[in-house]
């Protein structure tokens, strides 16, 4: 079972990160939240999505979502435009939203960014890692989605921890809502109360 290591920023105070092979090992059945029962500090949730208007229907779920967590934490969304600059060069256009993502960000975010390229982390971890950040002194739990071709440099480099949701390939709507339910699952677990079972 893997654990969150906490590695020290300059003047920022703990970085968060999975271990270095990027990620948790498999769950095991039965896995508690460390905080699960607990006083957690529910400290401003937001999520930042690169991509283009979403779907109706991922709408509809995106505010149902927002007003479950908003029960537990205030909770923001921001969707910044796919390709700012109208590029066919993928370097460019990641390199524009990466800038974009990072005017969004404040010094003192506890930022996770969703990465393809890392293991999967499981309900209880999520639960966990907002726990854990409530302890940091960080204002604000900040998650990057990026789009089709991935987060920029700037942004993974400023990261605090890096999850991947699963071993599927999700497109950012469909990420997105994945997120927002394991959020909301999260703040059940932490508190204690039944979701699905």
């Given at each position: 079972?893997?654990?969150?290591?906490?590695?020290?920023?300059?003047?920022?105070?703990?970085?968060?990160?999975?271990?270095?092979?990027?990620?948790?090992?498999?769950?095991?059945?039965?896995?508690?939240?460390?905080?699960?029962?607990?006083?957690?500090?529910?400290?401003?949730?937001?999520?930042?999505?690169?991509?283009?208007?979403?779907?109706?229907?991922t709408q509809l779920l995106v505010e149902e979502y927002k007003e479950k967590l908003g029960i537990y934490c205030d909770f923001e969304d921001t969707l910044i435009r796919s390709?700012?600059?109208?590029?066919?060069?993928?370097?460019?256009?990641?390199?524009?939203?990466?800038?974009?993502?990072?005017?969004?960000?404040?010094?003192?975010?506890?930022?996770?960014?969703?990465?393809?390229?890392?293991?999967?982390?499981?309900?209880?971890?999520?639960?966990?890692?907002?726990?854990?950040?409530?302890?940091?002194?960080?204002?604000?739990?900040?998650?990057?989605?990026?789009?089709?071709?991935?987060?920029?440099?700037?942004?993974?480099?400023?990261?605090?921890?890096?999850?991947?949701?699963?071993?599927?390939?999700?497109?950012?709507?469909?990420?997105?809502?994945?997120?927002?339910?394991?959020?909301?699952?999260?703040?059940?677990?932490?508190k204690g109360q039944k979701y699905h079972h």
């Amino acid at each position: 079972m893997a654990v969150l290591l906490w590695r020290c920023r300059c003047g920022r105070g703990p970085e968060r990160s999975f271990n270095k092979n990027r990620g948790a090992s498999a769950p095991s059945l039965g896995r508690r939240s460390k905080y699960s029962g607990q006083s957690v500090k529910a400290m401003p949730m937001r999520l930042l999505t690169v991509g283009k208007k979403w779907s109706r229907g991922t709408q509809l779920l995106v505010e149902e979502y927002k007003e479950k967590l908003g029960i537990y934490c205030d909770f923001e969304d921001t969707l910044i435009r796919s390709n700012p600059k109208l590029t066919s060069d993928v370097k460019v256009q990641v390199e524009a939203e990466d800038t974009a993502m990072m005017q969004q960000l404040k010094f003192d975010d506890f930022v996770v960014v969703l990465d393809e390229n890392v293991k999967d982390v499981i309900s209880e971890q999520i639960a966990d890692l907002i726990g854990d950040a409530g302890n940091t002194g960080s204002s604000r739990l900040t998650f990057c989605i990026g789009g089709p071709y991935g987060l920029g440099a700037q942004v993974l480099e400023r990261a605090d921890t890096t999850i991947r949701l699963s071993s599927l390939v999700l497109n950012h709507q469909v990420a997105l809502i994945v997120l927002m339910e394991q959020l909301y699952r999260a703040w059940t677990i932490i508190k204690g109360q039944k979701y699905h079972h």
